[in-house]
């Protein structure tokens, strides 16, 4: 069965600085990835997703993660971080093929930017 | 392009009470789709999903229920809320053909207080 980790619970980050938030799978074959923000009292937007190719992808809001197939890591990247990035993050797997319900979501990261 | 929509924003409803939430995908035909709970704004529970009109999958034993009666509208009702089944409530619908972003995308959200 799929699964995905995000080890930390809160990230805080000085605005300016570059920020991760990390993310773990365990998936049979190669997976499907995704990246997805939350702000309070909305729903889930899509910020970016890894399919195939380029192991760098990427996304909205100047985003980006790199898949590593070795560690099985998707980690979130950005360069500079802006207070307005301060929001909940989510990462999730699905398997190639798997339709349905065979969406993995992981527990999500709280990301503080502070001013 | 698709779009989704959930109403109502906000709901504040008494113990006992019934409990009707609405969720419309516009743009696709056959969509997947998914209601979620979310809990003091962490990780995501995945109540039902569905993957045809009056086809419905459970995850969760609980107080709610839910119905697909058109193919693009989706259901979730209780007889009588009691005061756990306050949070904040997602729909979100998926291509299962598996080409369309590959991802699911999420309505707006319903914040729910059972007082």
């Known amino acids: 069965a799929q699964s995905v980790a995000q080890p930390e619970d809160q990230v805080n980050v000085a605005e300016g600085n570059p920020l991760t938030v990390k993310c773990t799978y365990s998936?049979?074959?190669?997976?499907?990835l995704f990246w997805y923000v939350q702000y309070p009292n909305r729903g889930l937007q899509f910020l970016l997703k890894?399919?195939?190719?380029?192991?760098l992808v990427k996304g909205s809001y100047g985003f980006e993660a790199e898949f590593n197939k070795s560690q099985t890591s998707f980690h979130l990247k950005k360069p500079s971080a802006l207070v307005s990035d301060s929001a909940l993050y989510f990462c999730a797997v699905r398997e190639p093929g798997s339709y349905g319900q065979n969406f993995v979501f992981g527990p999500g990261t709280r990301l503080s930017v502070l001013p | 392009s698709q779009t989704i929509h959930q109403w109502p924003a906000t709901l504040v409803q008494p113990v006992g009470s019934p409990l009707s939430l609405e969720c419309t995908v516009e743009?696709?035909?056959?969509?997947?789709l998914y209601w979620y709970r979310q809990a003091a704004g962490r990780g995501l529970q995945l109540l039902f999903y569905?993957?045809?009109?009056?086809?419905i999958s459970s995850e969760v034993p609980q107080n709610l229920s839910a119905s697909r009666p058109q193919d693009r509208q989706f259901i979730l009702s209780s007889k009588k809320l009691l005061l756990s089944d306050s949070g904040f409530y997602l729909c979100?619908?998926?291509?299962?053909?598996?080409?369309?972003?590959?991802?699911?995308?999420f309505g707006s959200g319903t914040r729910l207080t059972v007082v």
């Open positions: 890894y399919i195939t190719g380029d192991n």
């Open positions: 979100a619908w998926s291509d299962p053909g598996g080409t369309t972003n590959y991802g699911y995308t």
């Open positions: 998936v049979s074959g190669n997976p499907y």
């Open positions: 569905s993957v045809g009109i009056g086809q």
């Open positions: 743009g696709t035909s056959n969509p997947n």
